[in-house]
């Protein structure tokens, strides 16, 4: 038998080289199809520009793309799909953390390149960091230091905290009321509301939000649970003397359900797609909307940025093989439509920024006004911390 | 909390309390009546919002609320003409398949019909402002709706004590079969009972739509708060779904009121499992006639014939061979497989020959992975010692939690196991320095030599096969003729000296331990577990392998743990909406096999 295995093992090592660069993608796409399907069109518009302009590294680009079914064991068994039967050379996909965090230790059991493109965890680079494992989206920490000299120039005291209550609630709330309370000691936290994911009691939340008397609020909201708070707040008059910080609530996925509800004067981390006019985002856009007749979400510049960093790693590598591409991404230097960024040798870590500015109502639609864009590369903590967690 | 936030949070309790009775009394309705447990009702709650939506530019809200609700009695209607009606003689629990295909497929259609994103809705012309209540403003549409709940609540209590309709559902409440012996014309009443019920939650969506968006995630978030209530309250009991979802409303309320957020997670399963401890038919609840008829026959469990042994003994021996033929991907599906297949083989035991329903088994099959997963990671054990030790993490909890679960009957036990399950979960997902929180435990692999797919699937197929014949062993011993006569005739059981709770105690324990092997080798074979593990899809999954398989055939979870693991992975690769081909092939196979794919491949016959 053992030379049967031999021989089959024989087999599969001596196929035929492919002439193509594989990636094998995975997302929830049944889960969260609101922001996956922006980020399907995304990659799939890069995956035909870099093909049209001649592939890379003398290959030509393929995706396979599955549905991880949402969860990680379903994840890692699609994931093994891809590495076993379609032979894929690079992973790439997932949105939730904790299924990203398990695609990322399958790729470090596998030793296989994964680029984690959307999720926000500051684990699967740092804690749970492993060397087969990039990850392409500013992380929460980072977006959540992004609010903070806002923060710091209102000289509010007392803040009260709202989150959903999981990994990315609770890791962006400790790093905003760390990195606060370092820059202005005097801060009071008031009030802290940790409600379920996606099932946020939003009458009670504010009411208590409104009881502890806040001069400002921090929220980690999102999607369902932003949209029933705001309805809540702007009915209950939260927000008329509150001002309040929310993360990701200026990305067009969650600003674009709030219509006429968009709070005026919030501060958010977001992407104002139609008024970005930098030549780079102004390209992408266009040929975004030629392609697709609708414009570009968050998720769309995520989808084309990752296919596009494989494909540059592939150039600068001249080859597919795994460990050159990882050398080759580790402080690869790129266009996206937001501008130039670097891959991060130390952690993996992409520089990719976001946009803060604040919310605005324009013609009963929620739009970012007064923004500015935040390179993700100065929002990162010490390489001494990064080295720490790493545990290197 | 100062005076005027109490009674603003006692308003806030008393808004979602409405919302949560307006759905919850239709379901109740519906299993008090039929005794079917509708997990298609959050999926009608559903449509009622998407069609309330839709009809909302057309007619205006107001219209568009009795317009929705009507529409969505009216499938109900025909649900229960086309689908339903052809299953009341098939054996219980198989209406539970049908309504969860139907959740798979309204949840595509929605998909299909609405898109993915999240919609928030108009608010209510008229209501949409707030007024000053001790100084704060609260909503008027909440005003609406706490005034609406005891409307709804004394419309139904009147057609129920005032109308001929009513005596006959009462009746068929308190003894279904004794009212069809009577003449009632059972089919009319369980249509229009099904209908109303339908219309309730058309009318419970429509109505939540000004206070949250309508969302594809809902179905099921609201089917398992609207079940809580039910059990709560007592089955069939409309006042007692009313009185029940006060509870959990103001309990809710007042946990975020003084700062105890996080305890919104879980706290509903506290209170059913706690209101079920202490009164095992709900609040309000009464002792359910025992069922008699056609679907409560469950025919005796016969030991394998030969052919069926020799042809299992051919498949385990194709199973050993198979790595001859690849090292690939099949033997990636097939560990998930021979997993599920042990998950399902224990879950029967405790359903087919316990006679036990369970909504919560994923607890079992989680700890015994967390367990594993803990022993690996914090305490340094060897691979196989952790594995070995992760199914007694699963049956020391099964233990204390049977004691409870086993004084219980039929949909309330199997509330408790879902509450006990909860409890578990949210533990487990909010305790970041011992179970890693949502992300969970991360690096959980198997030994060198274990670690090849080829070894792994050795392993597992090893502990698939000598679970199962433990487990077939067990069930033709004596323990097992006790089991299924306490089954039966728990009286009869008791008469001749079988310590009848004794007995479940045990299966529930046995089924815990293998479970939670399953467990075990689960987190062994993906390097990390998280807590969707021990959540709710986990524990429906393991159901409908049951119930496909037939709960009343042997090696049924077996085939159904395969068909089913084999259908989520091939029909997911193939199909963009996979979820309704899924729920089509269920209904496919609950229609054509009512007696479950075990029935094809069976035994001998009884004589």
């Known amino acids: 038998m053992r030379t049967l295995i031999a021989l089959l093992l024989l087999a599969t090592a001596t196929n035929a080289p492919s002439q193509t660069l594989k990636i094998g993608e995975l997302n929830s796409y049944k889960v969260f199809p609101a922001f996956l399907e922006p980020y399907k069109k995304g990659w799939q518009l890069a995956l035909e520009e870099i093909n049209a302009a001649g592939g890379a590294a003398g290959r030509k680009l393929e995706i396979v793309s599955r549905d991880d079914g949402g969860t990680p064991g379903d994840a890692v068994r699609v994931a093994e799909e891809l590495i076993a039967r379609e032979k894929v050379d690079v992973l790439m996909g997932t949105f939730a953390s904790h299924v990203g965090l398990a695609v990322a230790n399958l790729a470090n059991q596998r030793k296989i390149l994964f680029l984690a493109a959307e999720p926000l965890t500051d684990k699967i ?74 099932k946020i009691d939003a009458g009670a939340v504010v009411q208590a939000l409104a009881e502890a008397k806040p001069d400002a609020i921090f929220s980690s909201l999102f999607a369902v649970d932003l949209q029933k708070f705001v309805r809540e707040g702007n009915t209950r ?24 509800e968009t709070p005026e004067g919030w501060w958010v981390t977001g992407y104002p797609w139609s008024e970005i006019d930098t030549p780079e985002h102004r390209r992408f856009r266009d040929a975004y909307q030629k392609r697709w007749n609708d414009y570009p979400r968050q998720g769309s510049v995520v989808g084309y940025t990752a296919v596009y960093s494989v494909a540059n790693a592939a150039k600068r590598a001249g080859s597919i093989d ?53 390179d993700g590369a100065t929002y990162q903590p010490s390489d001494r911390e990064i080295r720490a967690l790493r545990k290197e | ?114 898109g993915p994103e999240d919609l928030l809705g108009p608010r209510a012309p008229g209501l949409d402002g707030a007024v000053r209540i001790a100084g704060s403003r609260f909503p008027e549409y909440d005003l609406f709706l706490i005034a609406l709940g005891p409307l709804v609540l004394g419309a139904l209590w009147a057609l129920l004590r005032r109308t001929r309709w009513g005596i006959l559902v009462r009746a068929a409440t308190q003894d279904r079969e004794m009212a069809g012996a009577l003449g009632v014309d059972e089919r009319r009443l369980f249509a229009s009972v099904f209908a109303l019920g339908a219309l309730l939650a058309g009318l419970g969506g429509a109505l939540q739509l000004p206070r949250e968006p309508a969302t594809l995630a809902i179905d099921l978030q609201i089917v398992v708060d609207a079940f809580v209530v039910v059990v709560i309250g007592g089955l069939g009991s409309i006042p007692g779904a009313f009185l029940a979802a006060l509870l959990i409303g103001e309990i809710k309320a007042f946990c975020i009121g003084l700062g105890y957020s996080e305890f919104t997670l879980a706290i509903e399963f506290v209170v059913m499992a706690a209101v079920l401890v202490l009164r095992p038919w709900g609040l309000l609840g009464r002792l359910p006639a025992p069922r008699r008829g056609p679907g409560a026959l469950e025919p005796p469990l016969a030991p394998p014939s030969r052919a069926v042994l020799l042809a299992l003994a051919g498949v385990a021996a194709g199973l050993c061979a198979l790595p001859l033929a690849t090292g690939g991907y099949a033997l990636v599906l097939l560990t998930d497989i021979l997993v599920f297949a042990i998950f399902a083989v224990s879950l029967h035991f405790l359903m087919g ?76 997902y909010q305790w970041n320095a011992f179970t890693g929180g949502s992300n969970g435990l991360i690096g959980i692999w198997p030994a060198a030599w274990l670690s090849a797919r080829t070894a792994y699937y050795y392993l597992t197929l090893a502990a698939c096969l000598a679970a199962t014949a433990c487990m077939w062993r067990m069930l033709f011993a004596p323990f097992g003729y006790a089991l299924r006569a306490g089954r039966d005739s728990p009286l009869r059981a008791g008469a001749i000296g079988i310590d009848v709770r004794a007995h479940q105690w045990a299966a529930f324990v046995f089924a815990g331990l293998f479970a939670g092997l399953a467990g075990g080798l689960y987190a062994f074979s993906k390097g990390s577990i998280s807590p969707e593990a021990l959540a709710v899809p986990r524990s429906v999954d393991g159901l409908v392998m049951v119930l496909l398989g037939g709960v009343h055939t042997l090696i049924g979870p077996l085939w159904g743990a395969a068909l089913f693991t084999w259908l989520q992975d091939s029909v997911a690769r193939g199909f963009d909406y996979w979820r309704a081909v899924i729920g089509a092939v269920i209904l496919l196979l609950v229609l054509v096999l009512p007696g479950g794919l075990g029935s094809l491949l069976r035994g001998r016959r009884a004589p």
């Open chain 1, 125 to 198: 680079v740092w804690e749970n960091g492993n060397r087969y494992t990039f990850r392409l989206r500013p992380s929460t920490y980072m977006q959540t230091a992004m609010l903070i000299p806002e923060a710091l120039k209102l000289k509010k005291k007392r803040w009260a905290i709202v989150y959903p209550n999981y990994e990315y609630g609770q890791s962006a709330t400790a790093s905003f009321k760390k990195l606060l309370k370092q820059a202005q000691p005097d801060v009071e936290f008031v009030a802290e509301q940790a409600p379920p994911l996606g």
């Open chain 1, 322 to 374: 795994t460990e050159k591409l990882i050398e080759a991404l580790k402080g690869l230097q790129m266009p996206t439509p937001f501008g130039q960024i670097l891959w991060r040798p130390i952690d993996h870590q992409s520089t990719m920024g976001a946009y803060v500015g604040q919310l605005a109502q324009k013609a009963g639609r929620g739009v970012m006004v007064d923004w500015r864009y935040a």
């Open chain 1, 237 to 260: 008059g939260l927000f008329k003397s509150t001002v309040v910080f929310n993360l990701l609530a200026g990305e067009p996925e969650y600003l674009d359900t709030l219509k006429d």
């Open chain 2, 1 to 114: 909390m100062s005076g005027s936030a109490v009674l603003l949070q006692f308003l806030n309790g008393l808004a979602g309390a409405s919302s949560l009775f307006l759905v919850a009394a239709g379901l109740s309705l519906i299993f008090g009546v039929t005794r079917i447990v509708n997990f298609a009702h959050g999926s009608l709650f559903m449509l009622g919002m998407y069609a309330a939506l839709a009809l909302e530019p057309h007619v205006g809200f107001w219209w568009s609320v009795p317009l929705a609700a009507l529409a969505v009695g009216a499938l109900g209607a025909l649900l229960e003409a086309l689908l339903l009606r052809r299953l009341y003689a098939a054996p219980e629990l198989l209406q539970l398949l049908a309504t969860f295909a139907l959740v798979l497929l309204i949840k595509d259609f929605a998909l299909w019909a609405w």
């Open chain 2, 353 to 428: 020959p316990g006679g036990m329903l369970s909504f919560g088994h994923a607890a079992y099959f989680g700890l015994g992975a967390y367990g594993a997963g803990l022993l690996t990671l914090k305490a340094g054990a060897p691979m196989m010692l952790a594995l070995l030790a992760a199914p007694f993490a699963a049956a020391s909890a099964a233990l204390v939690f049977g004691w409870f679960c086993v004084r219980l009957q039929g949909v309330y036990l199997a509330m408790l196991t879902l509450a006990f399950a909860q409890i578990v979960w949210s533990v487990v």
